[in-house]
Nanobody, 127 residues
Framework: QVQLVESGGGLVQAGGSLRLSCAASRRTLGPYFMGWFRQAPGKEREFLARISSTGASIYYSDSVKDRSTISRDNAKNMVYLQMNSLKPEDTAVYFC????????????????????WGQGTQVTVSS
């Protein structure tokens, strides 16, 4: 099973940007649908974006769709989430997740749809 490790989190001022990275090991990332989620203290894990195995199909949640870009580089076994215009309410632990099965349409926007998770990276946005 693929192993995922996130990086790129940190402390950023409101209005700033971050690029989160997710590195895969043990197996190639190519066949996997990949998603990004976040979880703030006391809240459920929230879907942000997902990308198909080839990158041809991308879907965002309403909360980030106008200021985020998900991308992947299968040759490097990497998935990215670029986030701009960050707000204090974006403060959370951010996770990447992998799914080995196909996602139809705009599906796979729930945490239960994914079978592999990274350990998360903390993003803190100061006001």
């Amino acid at each position: 099973q693929v192993q995922l490790v996130e990086s790129g989190g940190g402390l950023v001022q409101a209005g700033g940007s971050l690029r989160l990275s997710c590195a895969a090991s043990r197996r190639t990332l190519g066949p996997y649908f990949m998603g990004w989620f976040r979880q703030a203290p006391g809240k459920e894990r929230e879907f942000l974006a997902r990308i198909s195995s080839t990158g041809a199909s991308i879907y965002y949640s309403d909360s980030v769709k106008d200021r985020s870009t998900i991308s992947r580089d299968n040759a490097k076994n990497m998935v990215y989430l670029q986030m701009n215009s960050l707000k204090p309410e974006d403060t959370a632990v951010y996770f990447c997740a992998g799914r080995s099965k196909y996602c139809a349409g705009s599906g796979c926007n729930s945490a239960r749809d994914y079978d592999t998770w990274g350990q998360g990276t903390q993003v803190t946005v100061s006001s």
